[in-house]
């Protein structure tokens, strides 16, 4: 069937939408970045140079493992 056949991809077109938003209150900022590459599957070198850099830009580096 066409449908399970191509279920990642269109999970991936789609996006993702908990049934609770608060899941997202128990993670830190670092978890939460990590959680987004991993659904746009952005290579972990690629995932952690753009973390280390948006942090510094954002000047949130020494914050990026406190809960949001």
Not at 5 to 12: A, T
Not at 14 to 23: E, F, L, T
């Amino acid at each position: 069937d066409l449908l399970k056949e191509n279920r990642d991809r269109i999970k991936r077109k789609i996006g993702y939408v908990p049934d609770s938003p608060d899941i997202f209150l128990n993670l830190t900022a670092n978890e939460y970045w990590h959680f987004l590459a991993n659904l746009y599957e952005v290579s972990d070198e690629q995932t952690e140079s753009r973390i280390k850099e948006l942090s510094e830009l954002f000047d949130i580096d020494q914050e990026i493992d406190n809960p949001i």
